[in-house]
């Protein structure tokens, strides 16, 4: 599938993207993996150097991706990763290769930080994250800190 991809600074997302994002973050996190409504809308995505990494096929959003500046132990992040049901099956590996090409150039020299659901880990794995730390539960789902080294 030939997504169209933008990524936007936070100050300048229009209402149309901002819908979309919260639709499809809804969709897949709050219906499908049953993760509360409260704990998906963190107030993060419209502070500091939030990046949002849209891929459409048309006007239908596919793909998402949140990017954080780094934080004060000098990683940014990844997150709020997410693909449509029907467009699963490599559209995934594109979209983390584009957020981690964009971190390397927004803020170069510095490692990225993602908190993965547990049986995702090989998948982040393939993208060059590291599991760090333990398991634990965000939402009632295993997650696992991984890391990837600057490049």
């Known amino acids: 599938m ?17 819908y979309e994002m919260l639709r499809l973050r809804g969709i897949v996190f709050v219906d499908e993996q049953q993760v509360p409504a409260a704990l998906e809308i963190d107030g993060v995505d419209l502070t500091g150097e939030t990046r949002h990494l849209f ?17 004060h132990h000098g990683a940014s992040h990844i997150g709020r990763v997410v693909v449509a049901s029907d467009a699963r099956g490599g559209t995934g590996t594109e979209l ?48 696992i800190d991984m890391v990837r080294p600057p490049a």
């Open 55 to 71: 891929g459409w096929n048309g006007d239908a959003l596919l793909a998402y991706a949140r990017l954080l500046e780094p934080d």
């Open 2 to 18: 030939d997504l169209t991809w933008e990524l936007v600074h936070h100050r300048d997302l229009t209402a149309r993207q901002t």
């Open 96 to 143: 983390v290769r584009r957020g981690v090409v964009a971190c390397e150039e927004l803020w170069p020299g510095q490692p990225i930080m993602l908190g993965a659901q547990n049986h995702l880990r090989g998948f982040y794995g393939r993208h060059g994250f590291e599991p760090v730390g333990e398991i634990y539960d965000e939402a009632g789902i295993p997650h």
